[in-house]
């Protein structure tokens, strides 16, 4: 695979830009390897600027539902361009995007729009202080709720890639404010509410985690926060930046059946450009500024061809949501389970996480549930293995502890060719 254009590109990009990336995964550190430079990309294809070709499963890390320039998306976009770029004013499309979302999501009353997931996690934990004049909140180890100083404690996706868990410049005072439970441990969470009585203002949570590789919920431990929260007078937050509109329509909450008081939306509401969203309880959201004191605001928030291609999505996902979801989800399972077949016969030991369209091939021995148990994998063969798949034409996410994530986009023949370049990346890995 010639790759020198890339590796000039990311020479001068180091002397530019903190470690030649705007996002620190981005650089293949832990896969011990050099970032491609993307030229291009369509549906499920994506090429570098060398002329190589991939069938890829980041997706823009989880935006792209339906694939790279999907031509709705596109054409809307390029319409709206015509008008103007923002106004910093109000426009209809955020009064269609907000009755959308509450139409995909009923728990969603009222919602305010923002740039990024980070945004959106910040401004509710914010508000949740606000509402119950509590100080502590709780989150779980290995969850990332983008990059916000209370967030950075244990913290999952890059700076567990990195090995930074928790981030030098926050100050002590307000991480002590961030209590860390274990996910899918829910003694673990009513403990530090005892040890807290009365000083927890919101439990937040990934519904499905995505940033420790994919670890499912079990034993009703959805349920659980939700009757915890509902005793203790706690905000319940679903962080489904990940999950809103990808694992139903109506995200987690709707795959569970178990609502949020608030909700934190990104990635997929943003159709490609950087959007977020928080929403929830008409009491809890009135308190927003202007309508209520919690102030949260945005230069570029709602502008029109974010908001548009974000709409663009969401309608798409709604009117198709009778098939779409059914078929992603056989293109995850698809692969999965040839996934787990193929590592079984050649005696390598994976454990195949897959939910809906999201599903992590973890290298390890036994059973993940939570972060402890991610982080026994194998991180030196998923190294070998992520190369060997881009060697033959599959561009995963580079690093064991992010979510591979399928789109409408992805064909048949593309699982197939997956299939086969697993099974050689596997025989690889053996020799
Ligand atoms: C990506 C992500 C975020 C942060 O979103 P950004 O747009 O990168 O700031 C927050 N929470 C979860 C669950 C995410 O996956």
């Not at 010639?2 to 550190?29: D, H, M, T, W």
Request: with cysteine; charged share 25%; aromatic share 8%.
């Amino acid at each position: 695979m010639k790759r020198n254009k890339s590796k000039k590109l990311y020479i001068k990009a180091q002397e530019l830009i903190p470690g030649g990336v705007n996002s620190p995964v981005r650089a293949f550190k832990s896969v011990n390897s050099l970032p491609l430079f993307i030229a291009k990309a369509s549906g499920s294809k994506i090429w570098d600027v060398d002329g190589n070709k991939f069938i890829e499963y980041v997706m823009s890390w989880g935006p792209l539902i339906l694939g790279h320039s999907n031509p709705e998306v596109i054409s809307a976009v390029k319409n709206v361009l015509k008008n103007g770029t923002s106004y910093g004013a109000p426009t209809e499309i955020e009064v269609k995007m907000a009755e959308l979302i509450n139409k995909m999501m009923p728990s969603v009353e009222l919602v305010r729009m923002v740039n990024s997931g980070t945004e959106a996690t910040m401004s509710a934990i914010r508000l949740a202080r606000a509402y119950t004049g509590r100080k502590k909140i709780i989150k779980f180890e290995g969850c990332y709720h983008g990059h916000a100083d209370s967030f950075l404690v244990k913290a999952g996706s890059g700076a567990t890639t990195l090995g930074i868990p928790s981030s030098p410049g926050v100050p002590d005072e307000i991480a002590s404010l961030t209590l860390n439970a274990k996910y899918n441990d829910i003694e673990s969470v009513q403990k530090l509410i005892d040890e807290n009585k009365g000083e927890i203002a919101c439990i937040i949570v990934e519904p499905v985690a995505g940033n420790m590789g994919v670890v499912l919920p079990r034993n009703d431990f959805l349920k659980k926060l939700r009757e915890i929260c509902d005793r203790e007078k706690i905000v319940l937050i679903f962080d489904e930046v990940i999950t809103g509109f990808r694992l139903a329509p109506g995200g987690a909450q709707e795959y569970f059946g178990v609502e949020a008081d608030l909700t934190t939306l990104g990635k997929i509401i943003g159709g490609g450009f950087p959007v977020g969203a928080y929403g929830g309880k008409k009491e809890i959201m009135e308190l927003v500024a202007p309508s209520g004191p919690v102030y949260q605001a945005g230069t570029l928030s709602g502008n029109p061809i974010a908001m548009t291609a974000g709409y663009t999505t969401l309608k798409i996902l709604y009117e198709k949501r009778k098939t779409l979801y059914k078929q992603l989800e056989h293109k995850a399972r698809t692969l999965a389970e040839n996934f787990k077949d193929i590592a079984d016969k050649n005696g390598v030991k994976v454990q195949v996480n897959q939910i809906g369209s999201m599903l992590t091939v973890f290298f390890n021995d036994y059973e993940v549930y939570d972060y402890e148990s991610a982080l026994r994998s194998d991180v030196k063969k998923f190294a070998m293995f992520f190369n060997s798949m881009l060697e033959n034409g599959v561009y995963l996410p580079p690093s064991q502890f992010e979510a591979m994530f399928l789109s409408s986009a992805h064909t048949d023949d593309d699982i197939e060719k997956t299939i086969k370049a697993f099974e050689i990346s596997i025989r690889n890995l053996k020799a």
